[in-house]
């Protein structure tokens, strides 16, 4: 995939890109996955995962960006997106979005879900430009330092819509 300015690589990953997995939830989000937690999410789920950039879990360099996704049956949800701050604005999100939806519409169509923090206004600007669309509010559903917390929005995306 390839933005107007530089090319994306992007690459399947699995149990074997975890250590590389966690350390880039460690620099994205304020409650990052454990390794731990991440190897058993692996193990026990159906998931697609992709990972962008320099595909850092087979050269020894950082991991720029990540998608891990559950698929049953029609039904595929984002569990976790990530892209390493100094990365962003790359269309990295977008290419790992992109080949998602792609792939989910390559297994017959069905429907991708998400939760967003609803004051996450880039990453809403996106999933809005992708065609999802607002389901529900979760109140409350993110913490945030301080004791403060964050509404999630629920969204989903139909693999019939267009990209």
């Known amino acids: 995939m390839e933005t107007s300015d530089q090319a994306i690589e992007l690459a399947e990953i699995g149990a074997d890109a975890v250590a590389a997995i966690a350390g880039l939830h460690a620099a994205c989000f304020d409650t990052p ?6 190897h058993a999410l692996f193990k026990a789920n159906p998931l697609w995962a992709l990972g962008a950039a320099d595909c ?19 039904e ?5 997106l990530g892209v390493r701050p100094r990365c962003r604005r790359r269309g990295i999100a977008r290419a790992l979005i992109r080949a998602m939806q792609e792939r989910l519409r390559g297994q017959g169509g069905g ?6 923090a609803a004051d996450n206004s880039p ?16 109140k409350g559903y993110y913490g ?19 990209i």
Not at 123 to 138: C, P
């Open 33 to 38: 996955w454990p390794a731990d937690d991440l």
């Open 56 to 74: 850092a879990w087979r050269t020894g360099r950082e991991l720029q960006g990540a998608v891990i996704v559950r698929h049953v049956l029609d």
């Open 76 to 80: 595929a949800e984002i569990l976790t």
């Open 111 to 116: 429907r991708l879900f998400l939760d967003v």
């Open 123 to 138: 990453a809403r600007a996106l999933y809005d430009d992708l065609g999802f669309r607002l389901l529900d509010v979760r």
């Open 144 to 162: 945030r330092p301080g004791g403060r917390s964050a509404d999630a929005h629920v969204l989903s995306w139909e693999a019939a819509d267009i």
